[in-house]
């Protein structure tokens, strides 16, 4: 699973380079418990919870079904 979080990541990645974040992969877990580290401008983004939850969330649940939910480390 965690190589098709992977794959759904760096979909979205390009979207979040424009605007001079990124997003980290940091763990899978066996739950569906994805941790993400957003990055760069992202980082500090008063939109980062949104940016979380309706742009990398939504696209992993999407992609990777057996995805439960998306928390930032």
Do not use: H
Not at 40 to 59: F, H, I
């Amino acid at each position: 699973m965690k190589e098709r979080v992977q794959a759904a990541l760096d979909k979205i990645r390009p979207a979040l380079q424009a605007d001079g974040g990124d997003v980290e992969l940091v763990e899978v877990s066996d739950d569906g418990v994805v941790k993400v580290a957003l990055q760069g401008a992202c980082r500090g983004c008063p939109m980062s919870q949104l940016t979380l939850a309706n742009g990398v969330e939504r696209v992993l649940k999407e992609e990777v079904p057996e995805v439960q939910r998306v928390e930032p480390v």
